[in-house]
């Protein structure tokens, strides 16, 4: 069975930086594709950012653009996102996915692994 795990949530003012990592174990990484989505309290879940298990393609929503880094490191079965600039509308839990196909990228339904979430919190 797959699991991922993700870490590296917490607190941090305005302006700040966190790294997200998603630790992948079982048959997870024959996917082809991992992405990142996050829920506000009373609010749907929403794409972040996407990347291919081969690192040749990345896609981010265009309210991270330019602030936030999708990358792999298939050797540590692990994903990251690379959070700069934080915001306090990027307060949330974030959850990291795997897929398999390389269309799709923003609909939570085309991934078939989610992790258990982490939560972001960005003070203003």
């Known amino acids: 069975q797959a699991q991922l795990v993700e870490s590296g949530g917490g607190l941090v003012q305005a302006g700040g930086s966190l790294r997200l990592s998603c630790a992948a174990s079982g048959r997870t990484f024959s996917s082809d594709a991992m992405g990142w989505f996050r829920q506000a309290p009373g609010k749907e879940r929403e794409f972040v950012a996407a990347?291919?298990?081969?690192?040749?393609?990345?896609v981010y929503a265009d309210s991270v653009k330019g602030r936030f880094t999708i990358s792999t490191e298939n050797a540590k079965n692990t994903a990251y996102l690379q959070m700069n600039s934080l915001k306090p509308e990027d307060t949330a839990v974030y959850y990291c996915a795997a897929k398999y196909g390389r269309i799709n990228y923003h609909r939570p339904t085309s991934y078939a692994y989610w992790g258990q979430g982490t939560q972001v919190t960005v003070s203003s």
């Open positions: 990347i291919t298990c081969s690192g040749d393609d990345t």
